[in-house]
C-alpha cells in the first residue's frame, strides 16, 4: 500500500490507478473491492489469447472523505489504454449500485442525515474508450455505467476527475460528460475521438496528432475550462484533487445540478446555441473560442503559470 502522505505530492498524471484510488480519499480508510485476488479477468481475453490483468485494469472500493462515504472507480491506462470491457463495465456499475443502495438504506434509517455525511461516487478516467477486443459486450459495458449514473441521479452526487496520462475518450467521454461534476488539472484531457483517431480517420491536415500544443489546446483542462465542459481546474497533484473533492463532499446532492452539462430540456438549449456560435463564429482553432469568450491574449494565457490562468480567464457565456 504507498505511503498516502507522500502520495500525496506526487503527480496525479503520473500515478497509477491504485495509488489514485488511495490518496483521494482519507488516510487508511480505502478499501478494494473486486481486486486482484478476486481474479476478475475478461473472458473475452482469454478466449482470444490475450493477457489479462486480475483487476482488468480498474480498481474499484470505498474509502471515506470526512464523514461522506466515497465510493471510488479508478482507470488504469497501462492495461490495454484503461479501456472498458463486460467486467471492467460491470465492476463500474456494482460499485455505483452499491453507493445507491447505501444511500437508501441510510436515509431510511436516518431522515436527517446531513448531506456530508450521505454517498458519494468518485471516477478517476483513464481510458480510450471501449475495448474493441469485447465488441459489443463493451458498448453494452458504456450503455449500463451511463444507466447506473442516471439512478445515481438526485440521491448520489457522481464527480469525474480527469487528469491522467491517457485522458477520457471513446464512449467514456459520453460517461464522463453525464456525471454531476468534472474536475480536470491541464494535463487531463477529455474528448469524444481522440487526437490519433481523428488524424488516422480525416488525414494529418485535419488534425495533426503529433502536435503536442494542438493537442493540448483543443482537449486538455484549460479549454475544458474556458469552454464549460470541467467544473474545476486544479493544479497536477494528488492532494489538489483529493482538496477539490473534498470541496464538493461537504454540498448537498441538489448543488450539483447546476453543475451538470446534460440531462434537462434548458442544458439541451443551451448545446444548441453552442453549436449555433460554432457555425457562426466557424473557428480554426481553439484559441477563436477563447478569444470570443473575452479573452484578448489567448496565446498569452495558455502559455502562463495555471494560478494566473485560473484568476483572469473568461469562460464562454452560452
Known amino acids: 500500500m504507498p505511503n498516502w502522505n507522500r502520495l500525496q505530492k506526487n503527480s496525479f498524471l503520473e500515478c497509477s490507478a491504485r495509488e489514485r484510488a488511495v490518496g483521494l480519499v482519507d488516510d487508511g480508510t480505502f478499501v478494494e473491492l473486486g481486486g486482484p485476488f478476486d481474479r476478475l479477468v ?7 489469447g490475450e493477457a489479462v490483468e486480475n483487476d482488468d485494469g480498474i480498481v474499484t472500493g470505498v474509502g471515506r472523505i470526512g464523514d461522506r462515504p466515497v465510493f471510488v472507480i479508478s482507470q488504469e491506462g497501462r492495461f ?5 470491457g463486460e467486467v471492467g463495465g460491470a465492476k463500474m456499475v456494482g460499485i455505483i449500485d452499491m453507493a445507491i443502495d447505501f444511500h437508501d438504506r441510510l436515509v431510511a ?51 469525474a476527475l480527469i487528469g491522467s496520462r491517457i485522458g477520457c475518450f471513446g464512449g467514456m467521454g459520453f460517461v464522463a460528460a453525464a456525471t454531476d461534476a468534472i474536475i480536470m488539472s491541464e494535463f487531463g484531457r477529455l474528448g469524444l475521438t481522440g487526437p490519433e483517431v481523428i488524424e488516422q480517420e480525416m488525414g494529418k491536415d485535419e488534425f495533426d496528432a503529433s502536435n503536442r500544443a494542438l493537442v493540448y489546446r483543443t482537449t486538455g483542462g484549460r479549454h ?5 465542459d470541467a467544473n474545476f481546474l486544479v493544479d ?3 492532494a489538489a484533487f483529493r482538496a477539490q473533492l473534498a470541496e ?7 448543488s450539483f445540478e447546476p453543475m451538470r452539462r446534460i440531462g434537462s430540456p434548458e442544458l439541451v438549449e443551451k448545446q444548441l446555441r453552442g453549436v449555433a456560435l460554432a457555425v457562426e463564429l466557424k473557428p480554426t482553432d481553439a484559441r477563436d473560442v477563447w478569444r470570443h469568450a473575452g479573452n484578448n491574449d489567448p496565446v498569452g494565457l495558455a502559455d502562463g503559470p495555471l494560478s494566473d490562468f485560473r484568476k483572469s480567464v473568461r469562460r464562454l457565456a452560452l
Open 248 to 254: 464538493l463532499c461537504k454540498l448537498p446532492v441538489a
Open 224 to 228: 475544458k475550462y474556458v469552454m464549460g
Open 109 to 159: 434509517d436516518h431522515p436527517d442525515l446531513p448531506a456530508s455525511a450521505r454517498p458519494l461516487v468518485a471516477i478517476s478516467f483513464e481510458t480510450g474508450g471501449v475495448r474493441l477486443h469485447e465488441a459489443n459486450a463493451g458498448l453494452l459495458a458504456h450503455a449500463e455505467v451511463m444507466d447506473a449514473l442516471q439512478r445515481a441521479r438526485h440521491k448520489v452526487p457522481v464527480v
Open 80 to 84: 490495454i489504454g484503461g479501456s472498458v
Open 236 to 238: 497536477d497533484t494528488v
Open 42 to 48: 475478461s473472458p473475452h481475453l482469454v478466449a482470444l
